[in-house]
């Protein structure tokens, strides 16, 4: 029990990361029902951002408070990641929105490219790691075996997961620009005749989704303490897996799947084979959607006529 609980933590804390990813898929699919695929590769350039401004401070400053100093790291990364997320729509994306289907989902493969290239030419391709921030555990339960135990950093990632979950499920069901969102879901014309910008909605639909991948990147920096080129594409293939499996358009339904794929992955290392770990995941989401094709908290989707 105490083997399963410490996977349990494990399990919460890699699903809470994939489940902030998640939730920049299901808020841009939701608003115009198009699958961003250079999410992922957002989320690795956001880790980037993290772990530059992380050495600037530390190292060049002498900044010496972890809290500060995350703080300060996780403003700056949210800041620029949007403005790439903002500048992302706009070029890749707006152009080609009254075109045929395929032509968003192409520009998005181009632009995951893009930034994998782009950061691998400017960052080089070796692994960059960065000194742990937090090294504190606290310690749950303690035998003679087996030692349970939940570490700071853990408890940020689950914290900063849940507390942002209430926040952007508030944004969207409570306010103005929520409502704006919700408009342009069901109907993107009649929103604009009733006085709503499109264009603005989805633009700042975007700016969020980049901001909370850049949580994710920063998170996953402080976790792992390493990021690579090319650590956009498997997070982001499992998050929108995640989010297909907890209903993509659905912001609890995100976090849901995230945290299902992260402790399927994480008990399946555990007690299985590793090499099997993403195979357990994707059976369980074919699994899913043949019994509940919407997802688990997704919505049946209305044909209009």
Sequence with gaps: MEFFAQQFINGLTLGSIYGLIALGYTMVFGIIGMVNFAHGDVFMLSSFIALIFFLILTTWLGLTSVALVFLI???LAMVLTALWGWAIERVAYRPLRGSFRLAPLISAIGVSIFLSNFVQVVQGARNKPVPPLVRD???LYQNEQYTV???YK???IMTTTALLLA?????????????AQRACEQDRRMAALLGINVDRTISLTFVLGAALAAVAGTLYL???GVVSFSDGFVPGVKAFTAAVLGGIGSLPGAVLGGLIIGLIETFWSA??????KDVAAFLILIVVLIFKPSGILGRPEVEKV
């Design 222 to 224: 402080l976790y792992y």
């Design 73 to 75: 790291v996780l403003i």
């Design 137 to 139: 555990v606290i310690v």
């Design 149 to 151: 135990t939940l570490s």
């Design 154 to 156: 853990q408890a940020i």
């Design 271 to 276: 007690y299985f084979s590793i090499e099997y």
């Design 167 to 179: 926040g952007f499920w508030y944004l969207v069901q409570r306010t103005p620009f929520g409502r």
